[in-house]
C-alpha cells in the first residue's frame, strides 16, 4: 500500500523557515516527485517537482529564491524535502507532497495529472 506522509508544517512569523518533509512508501520506486499548495477558496497550485535522480527541478515562480527541494531515495522509502524560507502571510496553504512514477521533464513536473499518489496535506501558516 503506498502511503505519503508529510510532515514539518505549523505556525512561522513572516521572514521565517520551515522544512517540509515527506515519506512516500510502498512501491519499489517513485519518479516524478513534487509539492503542491492550496489556501483557503483558492484552487491547488504547483510549488516545485523533482525529478528521479534530483537532476531536474523546477520551482513555481513565486517561490524562486526562498524554496528549496530535494529528495533521498533510500532503500524502502522516497524522503522529499522542501526548504521554505522567507515566508509571508501569502505563503499559508496546505502544502501536499505528490508522487509518480514516471519521470518527466521540468513541465510535466508542473502539472498535477503528472502524479499518480498524494499525501493528506500539512498546514502551513504564516503569521504577519
Known amino acids: 500500500q503506498v502511503q505519503l506522509v508529510e510532515s514539518g508544517g505549523g505556525l512561522v512569523q513572516a521572514g521565517g523557515s520551515l522544512r517540509l518533509s515527506c515519506a512516500a512508501s510502498g512501491r519499489t520506486f517513485f519518479s516524478a516527485m513534487g509539492w503542491f499548495r492550496q489556501a483557503p477558496g483558492k484552487e491547488r497550485e504547483f510549488v516545485s517537482g523533482?525529478?528521479?535522480?534530483?537532476?531536474?527541478?523546477?520551482?513555481a515562480d513565486f517561490v524562486k529564491g526562498r524554496f528549496t527541494i530535494s529528495r533521498d531515495n533510500a532503500k524502502n522509502t522516497v524522503y522529499l524535502h522542501l526548504q521554505m524560507n522567507s515566508l509571508s502571510p501569502e505563503d499559508t496553504a496546505v502544502y501536499y507532497c505528490?508522487?509518480?512514477?514516471?519521470?518527466?521533464?521540468?513541465?510535466?513536473?508542473?502539472?498535477?495529472?503528472?502524479?499518480?499518489?498524494w499525501g493528506q496535506g500539512t498546514q502551513v501558516t504564516v503569521s504577519s
Open positions: 523533482i525529478s528521479r535522480s534530483g537532476g531536474t527541478t523546477v520551482y
Open positions: 505528490a508522487a509518480g512514477l514516471t519521470d518527466y521533464s521540468a513541465v510535466r513536473l508542473q502539472r498535477p495529472d503528472s502524479y499518480d499518489y
